[in-house]
């Protein structure tokens, strides 16, 4: 056994190695600028036309709506900057002064035509061209292969779909559930005894830790927003983008009201020095309230990534459950903080923020208040889109046979 342990090991890591989109990147980009290259050799005349596969290797992104959006971009800078140094190596040849206008002319033109984030590669493609002796046949068959690398790389996207991120980004979620709550329980399991103020100060930063890395788990979610759009293999891909998005909407709320929660009992540490934060029983009952707010939170994550609606039933049913369970541990505690502040009025303050804290977080892993921000999400994207493409609208309700009268009384 231990043996077919050991076998299977390197194998599952290879399967994994398949669904990072640094080894899938990597792969197409390869593939497709080797393509490029040996259709180029074909069609231009130069003995090394690198400026075809150097095409495909920045077109060909890892989604193919990043392929169309920024290919597009990328071979429109590429074209303004060969046509720009073929303009000036009419009148003038290459010196400082006129590698200077042409720089500036690219990057001027650049903005104008709306390139973006591509205005550079307008000047470097006419610095290249600009460069090479007999600059006139060099440039057309330098645009030449700019179209030969373009086509390529966008055709190879078509042709080999990249894999839809989905599963990627629900990791990335349910991952930051699950630091959610390893923290929650740490807090949980120190509200019994003496907390120094270090120990607090050294859960509030982990708190601050985890509010910064929602910026990792917004770039998966966005890959993964991208590999739904212009993807045929994909029935739902605006249900499923709305989903995910509104589901690192409420996780990032958490993660801050988390990151308040601890700042809460950081204040709470440095007025009792000297003593436990709460008595045994308070501290107890905060306990078991944090450990179903964490469980709640896991189950929100599974339930938000899951895909096959028996398994969504099920996370649905056990998302409730704990729901309820930590329902009813907040009244509890509600209560024994009420007679803590009877005997020491001096923390009200700080035991309401807790609670108002902790009622923040489950109102927004509610379901009810989850389904309403569902409808509202969706009808805000369909009403850009029908106000962005109203005649792609038009002809949807036509195939629908839907008419203008008909959906006004509707």
Not at 37 to 65: K, N
Not at 122 to 144: C, H, P
Not at 147 to 156: E, N, R, S
Not at 222 to 233: F, H, K, T, V
Request: glycine share 4%; net charge neutral; with cysteine.
């Amino acid at each position: 056994m231990p043996e077919v342990r050991e076998v299977a090991r390197p194998w599952t890591e290879v399967r994994k190695w398949h669904r990072e989109p640094v080894v899938v990147q990597t792969l197409r980009s390869t593939a497709a600028a080797t393509i490029a290259y040996v259709v180029a050799l074909r069609f231009s005349s130069e003995a090394a036309p690198l400026t075809a596969p150097l095409t495909a290797l920045l077109v060909v992104q890892v989604t193919l709506y990043a392929t169309l959006t920024t290919g597009i971009r990328r071979v429109n800078s590429v074209v303004v900057g060969v046509l720009i140094a073929i303009g000036f190596s009419a009148l003038v040849g290459l010196t400082w002064w006129s590698l200077a206008l042409v720089i500036l002319a690219s990057l001027v033109v650049g903005h104008f035509v709306r390139v973006d984030e591509f205005v550079p590669e307008v000047a470097i493609s006419a610095m290249l061209v600009l460069g090479v002796t007999q600059v006139t046949d060099t440039a057309w068959d330098r645009v030449v292969e700019t179209l030969i690398g373009a086509f390529v790389g966008l055709l190879f996207n078509f042709v080999f779909a990249a894999p839809v991120w989905v599963g990627t980004a629900g990791e990335s979620l349910e991952d930051l559930a699950r630091r959610n709550r390893q923290l929650m329980l740490r807090i949980g399991e120190e509200l019994t005894s003496h907390t120094p103020v270090a120990d607090a100060v050294a859960r509030l930063h982990e708190a601050r830790r985890l509010d910064h890395d929602i910026a990792e788990v917004d770039a998966a979610l966005r890959q993964a927003e991208d590999s739904l759009r212009l993807n045929p293999r994909v029935k739902e891909g605006l249900l499923n983008r709305i989903m995910l998005r509104t589901g690192l909407d409420t996780l990032e709320i958490c993660t801050v009201v988390l990151r308040v929660l601890a700042r809460t009992l950081t204040d709470l540490a440095k007025e009792r020095e000297k003593e436990p934060l709460f008595p045994r029983d308070v501290g107890r009952a905060l306990e078991e309230l944090l450990c179903n707010v964490a469980d709640a939170m896991v189950s929100f994550a599974v339930l938000v990534t899951t895909q096959v609606s028996a398994n969504a039933e099920a996370a649905e049913e056990r998302l409730a459950g704990e729901l309820a369970a930590a329902a009813a541990s907040r009244d509890r505690v509600a209560q024994l903080l009420l007679a803590e502040v009877q005997r020491h009025p001096r923390q009200w303050q700080l035991y309401g923020a807790l609670l108002t804290e902790i009622d923040r977080i489950l109102a927004e892993l509610d379901m009810e208040h989850r389904s309403q921000r569902l409808m509202e999400e969706l009808d805000r994207v369909s009403r850009e889109q029908r106000e962005r493409y109203p005649r792609l609208a038009g002809l949807q309700r036509r195939l629908r046979g839907e008419s203008p009268r008909r959906r006004s009384r509707g």
